[in-house]
Every structure is written in C-alpha cells, then in structure tokens.
C-alpha cells in the first residue's frame, strides 16, 4: 500500500501562484508514475501533469504548458506542482496519484492504484 497526502491549497488571485505537495509513504519502492490530476465543480477528474519513473518523462495537459512545472524530491518521496499565472479556470480540487503498473498510461486517471484525499485551489477573477 502507498498512501499520498496533498498540502499546498488554497485562495489565490488570477495571476497568482501555489505550490502542490505530495508526500508519498508505505511500499513506495515499486512506484513507476506519480501525477496530478483536478476536478472542477460539478465536472469530471482531468489529468494535469505527471511523472513517469522509468525514464525520467515529465507530461503536462496542453491547458497548463507554460505555467505548470512538476517536479520530485526522491529523498522526501514527495512530489511537487508548481502553479503560476494561476487562472479562474484552474479552480479545482487537486488529486495527488502514484501507479505501480508497468507501462501505465499516464493520462489516464484509470492508471493510478492510490490517489490522496485532495486539495482545493481556487482562484478568483
């Protein structure tokens, strides 16, 4: 078992930034993806980034190139999502996720075995 816990949420400006944590603890040896993932009100769980173990890939939804950036402390296990030029649209409930499927596919919420209790972010106009 992995468990995940997020931190980093909250209110913030249009224009603004947050930085996303994802500390990873349990059997975290076999992990070979790690992503993040938001759902809006109302909506459906979307992928936003992520980062594949084996090779080292890094993979961003095409709403969030440019402004988003994960990255990893493999000594803390923990992941990061750093967010600027944050937009109303943005306004989510963020989802940390781990895998330990060879070859998953990253976009895909249905890939993740362990997922966090989330973080709300929400930007106002």
């Known amino acids: 078992q992995v468990q995940l816990v997020e931190s980093g949420g909250g209110l913030v400006q249009a224009g603004g930034s947050l930085r996303l944590s994802c500390a990873a603890s349990?059997?975290?040896?076999?992990?070979?993806?790690m992503g993040w993932f938001r759902q809006p009100p109302g909506k459906e769980r979307d992928f936003v980034a992520a980062f594949e173990r084996r090779a080292g890939s890094t993979f961003y939804a095409d709403s969030v190139k440019g402004r988003f950036t994960v990255s990893r402390d493999l000594a803390k296990n923990t992941m990061f999502l750093q967010m600027n030029n944050l937009e109303p649209e943005d306004t989510a409930v963020y989802y940390c996720a781990a895998t330990q499927k060879w070859n998953p596919m990253i976009l895909r919420a249905a890939s993740y075995d362990y997922w966090g209790q989330g973080t709300q972010v929400t930007v106002s106009s």
């Open positions: 349990g059997r975290t040896f076999g992990t070979t993806a």
